[in-house]
């Protein structure tokens, strides 16, 4: 017995986690729909009984790698909101920041499968909003309800758009759009006013 195997058996938790964090990535290669136990116990190195062990149904793994997901996603929002922090609410700071976070692939797709199984179990709903919803309560102080609304609507789209093409929107681009939206400036649009 290796060394590896031997801690598995001493840490159930530890096996679990492994579990949920094997079906979250499958989620964001395969679907929602794409998930069985059996490619869930291949990528996490487990017995196929382990994976039922711990979740009794697919169901129950599913729900739970996606709420790992969300967890993420909730980690994502957490640093652009430090960015905004500590440097200030500008159009230029928040693009540079979602930029950040939409080049991170594994963020976009979990955000997509989060999107896509909350459309056909809308029990999964509460998980699915929790980036435009964390997004609008993060920016409605700094830039107003309606602007926040429209801006969780806009990096939706932004999302998308960074999936379906490789790659994010440019950070120009991104604050152009923002800068419309908000009505703030970077710090560059102020040094040209003066």
């Known amino acids: 017995m290796t060394e590896a195997t031997a801690r598995r058996r001493r840490d ?8 949920i964090e094997a079906a979250a990535t499958l989620i964001t290669e395969v679907g929602s729909d794409g998930l069985t136990h059996r490619l869930v116990a291949r990528r996490a190195g487990v017995p196929l009984g382990s994976t039922t062990q711990y979740f009794a149904t697919l169901d129950d793994l599913r729900e739970a790698a996606l709420g790992r997901l969300a967890d993420d996603i909730d980690s994502g929002l957490a ?3 430090e960015t905004l922090d500590e440097h200030g609410p500008s159009a230029a700071v928040f693009a540079e920041a979602l930029h950040e976070y939409m080049s991170d692939e594994r963020l976009i797709r979990a955000d997509l499968a989060l999107v896509s199984a909350a459309v056909i179990d ?3 709903r509460p998980l699915a909003v929790r980036w435009p919803d964390g997004l609008v309560e993060m920016l409605a102080p ?4 309606t602007a926040a609304r429209a801006i969780a609507a806009y990096t939706d789209g932004v999302a998308m758009h960074a999936l379906l093409y490789g790659t994010p929107l440019s950070i120009d681009d991104l ?3 923002l ?4 009505g703030l400036t970077s710090p560059t649009d102020e ?3 003066r």
Do not use: K, Q, Y
Request: proline share 7%; glycine share 4%.
């Open 12 to 19: 159930p938790e530890e096996r679990r986690r492994t579990i």
């Open 175 to 177: 604050t152009a759009a």
């Open 79 to 81: 640093e652009v909101a």
């Open 191 to 193: 040094n040209r006013s």
């Open 122 to 124: 809308p029990s999964l």
């Open 179 to 182: 800068t419309a939206l908000t």
């Open 142 to 145: 700094r830039v107003g309800h």
